[in-house]
């Protein structure tokens, strides 16, 4: 069993940034690939961006690329998502999820952990 903890959201101006961390109980997170999602209100949940065991593989969502930044440390059972450019279109309640197998990192069902989400909200 694997727990998660979201932090780090909160209110920021577009254009501004925030770092979102999730801190997983447990002692195997390293085996876990870890994804972030985001669902806004009315809205589907969406995949935002995963990483792999170690961080070296990292994907995204066409709607961040480039502006959002997902890594972890295996060590403090943490993966991170930094988040810089910030549109108002990505304003929704963050989540983390944790994976123990390397299918489709895009979808939802792929994903055996969630937390309860961090919210981020973006002003214009």
């Known amino acids: 069993q694997v727990q998660l903890v979201e932090s780090g959201g909160g209110l920021v101006q577009a254009g501004g940034s925030l770092r979102l961390s999730c801190a997983a109980s447990?002692?195997?997170?390293?085996?876990?690939?870890m994804g972030w999602f985001r669902q806004a209100p009315g809205k589907e949940r969406e995949f935002v961006a995963a990483t792999n065991w170690n961080g070296g593989n990292t994907y995204y969502a066409d709607s961040v690329k480039g502006r959002f930044t997902i890594s972890r440390d295996n060590r403090r059972n943490t993966v991170y998502l930094q988040m810089n450019s910030l549109k108002p279109e990505d304003a929704a309640v963050y989540s983390c999820?944790?994976?123990?197998?390397?299918?489709?990192?895009?979808?939802?069902?792929?994903?055996?952990?969630w937390g309860r989400g961090t919210q981020v909200t973006v002003s214009s």
């Open positions: 999820a944790a994976a123990t197998n390397s299918g489709s990192l895009r979808d939802t069902r792929n994903y055996d952990y």
């Open positions: 447990g002692r195997t997170f390293s085996s876990y690939v």
